[in-house]
C-alpha cells in the first residue's frame, strides 16, 4: 500500500472521529429538548372535570402552582397575566356561595382559533388550545373574541423564564394546560396542587379513564354552554 | 417684474404646514418606539381593555376612508357632475386616512416587526385576515381609480374602475363592521347591525371630512365654492348624519328590548360615567343635533357653518367610537349569567382605563400620516376640483 493511501485514511478517520465528537453532544441536547417525539394523537381529547364543592373559597393552591410551573410573577395588576384565576359567584336569587378555577376551556370550537389573523392560536390534535409564540403579531383579537377571558398579554419585558414554557413580551399567552408536562406523562401543576382533589385531569375519549368515567356518572356542565363550543374543561356542583 | 411675494409666503407657508405634520408624525414614531422598548405596560391598555385610544384614532380613518369615495362614487357610478369633479381629491383623501389609519393598527400590535406573518401564513376563519386583502386591495384598487381620472388616455376605464371601487369599500366596510360583530361573547358587539351601521357612519364621516379639506382647499387657492354646489352637499351631510343616527337609534333599541342586554345599555346610556356623558352630549349633541341645525337652520348652512358642522361630525365619530370601543370592553363580560362574581381579574366588574400619552402620540401620528400625504399630493398634482360652468344634473 502507498504512503499516501494509509495517509488518506488516517485522515478520513480522524475527520470521522472529529465530527462524532463535534455532532453527538448537539444530538444529545436535540434528545433532551425535545423528548417525546411523538405527534399529538387525534384519539385523545384532554380535558379536566372541576368539582366546584371541593373547592375551597380563598384557596389559591391552584394559581400559585401555574404561576410557578409557567414562571408568571403572580402580580394581579391589571397588566398582568393571570392564566388560572379564582372566581367566588354568588347565586343572585338564593344567595347560595361557589368557587372555582377559571382557565382557558381548551374549546372543541375555539373563537381564539377563528379570529386569529396569523394561525398563531391553534388547536393541538389533542384538543389543547396554545399560542404559537413565534407566529404571534399581538393584535389582542382572540382576547376580544374569548368568551372567557382566558387570555392575557404580555405588557412588559420578561425576566427569568421557565425553558420549558417560553413567553414573550408583545404576545398573548393563556393556559397551556401545561402541555409541556402533559408530554412528558405528568399532570397539570393545577391538578397536582389542589389539597382537596377538586380538578381532576385525563382523556375526555379513553372510556377507561377516570375522567370519561366521572363525566358520565356525575352532572357537569360547560360554562356558556349556549354559545355550544364545547369545552374541554367541565364544572361540577355549578 | 411680477411681485412674487405673495406666492413666496405660500410656499413657506406650506413647508410650515409640512414640517409641522411631520413632527407630529415623529412624536407617533416615538410613541411606537417607547411602547416596543418597554412594552404596552407604558400605554393605558390592559388586559380588560385590549384595544384602546389607538383603535379610536385606526378604526375611525378607516372608515372615513372608505366613506369619503361616496363622492367619488356619486361622481362614476351615478354620473353627478359636480361629484366627478371631486372624485380624484375624494380618493386622494381615501389613500391618506387608509395609510394613516393602518400605520396607527400595525405599530400598536405586540409585535409590529412580524407583520409579515400576517401574509405568511394566512388564517381564513379570521376577518382580521379577510381585512388585510380588503385593505391592500382598496389602496390599489383606489390607485387605479385614481389613474384612469388623472391619464387621459386611461379615461375611458374610468367608469369600470369607479365601480369597482364602490363595490370594494362596501366589503370593506362590511369586513370592519364584521371584526365587532363577529364576536358573540361580548354584551357590545356581535350584532348583525354592525356592519351596515359603520357603512352608513362612513358616509357621514368620509363626507365631513371631504367637506373640511375642499374648505381649505378653496381658501388656499383663493377660490369660493358655488352656494349651488355647497348647498347641494350640505344636504347630503344632513341626510347622511341623520341615517347614522337611525342606525345607532336601532343598535341601542334592538339591545335594550333584550333583557339580557339590558344592564349592559343602562351602563352605555345611562349608569357608565363618562361614557352615557360621551354618548349623550358628544356623539348625539355635539355630533349630531347641532350640525344638523347648523345644516338646516333656516339662515345657517352656509360656508362657515357647514365647515363647523363637519368638524363637529368628525367630533361626534371619535366620541361615538370611544363609547364604542372602550365602554363596549369597560362592561364586565357575562361568564356567568345568574350570578355576581368576583376575581383577581376584574370578573363582574367595570374595567378601568386611562389613556396615557403615547397613546395619542400614535393616534395623532396617523392623523398626521394623512395629513402629510394630502398636503403633498395636493401641492403637485392637480387635486382641485374644476366645476364645468354649467351644472347640467
Not at chain 1, 108 to 114: A, L, N, Q, R
Not at chain 2, 106 to 113: I, N, T, Y
Not at chain 2, 339 to 356: H, L, N, T
Not at chain 2, 359 to 370: C, P
Request: glycine content about 8%; overall charge positive.
Amino acid at each position: 500500500m502507498s504512503d499516501i493511501n494509509t495517509q488518506r485514511r488516517q485522515f478520513l478517520k480522524t475527520s470521522a472521529g472529529a465530527a462524532a465528537v463535534a455532532i453527538a453532544p448537539g444530538m444529545l441536547l436535540y434528545q433532551v429538548a425535545h423528548g417525546n417525539t411523538q405527534a399529538a394523537s387525534s384519539k385523545v381529547r384532554w380535558g379536566m372535570l372541576i368539582d366546584t364543592t371541593q373547592c375551597k373559597e380563598g384557596c389559591n393552591d391552584c394559581v400559585g402552582a401555574c404561576n410557578k410551573e409557567n414562571g408568571l410573577s403572580g402580580g394581579t395588576k391589571a397588566t398582568d397575566p393571570q392564566w388560572i384565576r379564582k372566581i367566588e359567584l354568588k347565586d343572585i336569587g338564593s344567595g347560595r356561595v361557589t368557587s372555582l378555577p377559571m382557565m382557558c376551556q381548551h374549546c372543541e370550537h375555539p373563537p381564539c382559533v377563528d379570529v386569529c389573523p396569523t394561525q398563531a392560536s391553534f388547536k393541538r390534535a389533542d384538543g389543547i388550545v396554545l399560542v404559537d409564540r413565534h407566529r404571534c403579531i399581538g393584535c389582542r383579537y382572540c382576547m376580544m373574541a374569548c368568551p372567557y377571558k382566558a387570555r392575557s398579554f404580555v405588557h412588559e419585558p420578561l425576566e427569568n423564564q421557565n425553558p420549558d414554557v417560553p413567553r414573550g413580551k408583545g404576545t398573548v399567552e393563556a393556559c397551556s394546560l401545561c402541555v409541556h408536562r402533559i408530554d412528558k406523562g405528568q399532570i397539570p401543576a393545577c391538578a397536582e396542587a389542589c389539597e382537596n382533589k377538586a380538578i381532576l385531569f385525563g382523556d375526555l375519549n379513553d372510556a377507561n379513564s377516570e375522567i370519561h368515567k366521572k363525566v358520565r356518572s356525575v352532572a357537569s356542565v360547560q360554562i356558556r354552554a349556549d354559545l355550544q363550543l364545547n369545552t374541554g374543561v367541565r364544572y361540577q356542583g355549578l | 417684474m411680477a411681485d412674487l411675494s405673495a406666492l413666496r409666503s405660500m410656499n413657506r407657508l406650506f413647508y410650515v404646514l409640512l414640517a409641522l405634520g411631520g413632527l407630529v408624525a415623529l412624536g407617533g414614531a416615538y410613541a411606537v418606539f417607547m411602547m416596543e422598548h418597554h412594552g404596552h405596560v407604558i400605554s393605558g391598555m390592559n388586559n380588560q381593555i385590549v384595544w384602546g385610544m389607538p383603535h379610536v384614532f385606526a378604526i375611525f380613518l378607516i372608515v372615513a376612508a372608505s366613506g369619503v369615495l361616496n363622492v367619488a362614487s356619486i361622481g362614476s357610478v351615478f354620473g353627478k357632475a359636480i361629484y366627478k369633479a371631486r372624485a380624484p381629491l375624494a380618493s386622494l383623501l381615501s389613500i391618506a386616512m387608509l395609510s394613516g389609519g393602518l400605520a396607527v393598527l400595525m405599530l400598536d400590535l405586540g409585535r409590529p416587526d412580524r407583520i409579515i406573518v400576517a401574509a405568511t401564513n394566512y388564517n381564513l376563519t379570521s376577518v382580521f385576515a379577510w381585512n388585510v386583502v380588503l385593505y391592500s386591495g382598496m389602496f390599489s384598487l383606489v390607485i387605479v381609480y385614481l389613474w384612469t381620472m388623472m391619464e387621459r388616455r386611461m379615461n375611458i376605464f374610468n367608469k369600470a374602475a369607479g365601480l369597482a371601487v364602490f363595490a370594494w369599500r362596501f366589503i370593506l366596510t362590511t369586513g370592519t363592521g364584521l371584526i365587532f360583530a363577529f364576536l358573540t361573547a361580548r354584551q357590545a358587539y356581535g350584532s348583525a347591525l354592525l356592519p351596515p351601521m359603520f357603512i352608513v357612519l362612513s358616509f357621514a364621516w368620509g363626507l365631513a371630512v371631504f367637506h373640511v379639506v375642499q374648505a381649505v382647499i378653496y381658501a388656499w387657492n383663493e377660490k369660493t365654492l358655488d352656494p349651488a354646489i355647497l348647498h347641494r352637499k350640505k344636504n347630503l351631510l344632513g341626510v347622511f348624519v341623520i341615517g347614522s343616527l337611525y342606525m345607532v337609534a336601532a343598535y341601542h333599541l334592538t339591545n335594550l328590548y333584550f333583557a339580557h342586554q339590558t344592564a349592559f345599555e343602562n351602563f352605555i346610556l345611562r349608569d357608565g360615567g363618562m361614557f352615557p356623558n360621551l354618548f349623550w352630549w358628544g356623539y348625539i349633541v355635539i355630533g349630531n343635533l347641532i350640525p344638523l341645525l347648523l345644516i338646516y337652520a333656516p339662515g345657517l348652512g352656509k360656508n362657515k357653518s357647514v365647515m363647523a358642522a363637519s368638524l363637529l361630525v368628525v367630533l361626534g365619530a371619535f366620541a361615538l367610537l370611544y363609547v364604542f370601543i372602550i365602554g363596549g370592553q369597560a362592561f364586565p363580560l357575562s361568564i356567568f349569567p345568574g350570578y355576581e362574581v368576583s376575581s383577581s381579574f376584574a370578573d363582574g366588574q367595570i374595567a378601568s382605563y386611562q389613556p396615557s400619552l403615547y397613546e395619542f402620540l400614535l393616534g395623532f401620528g396617523g392623523l398626521a400620516i394623512a395629513f402629510i400625504i394630502t398636503t403633498v399630493s395636493v401641492r403637485v398634482l392637480n387635486f382641485m376640483p374644476q366645476d364645468k360652468p354649467y351644472i347640467s344634473d
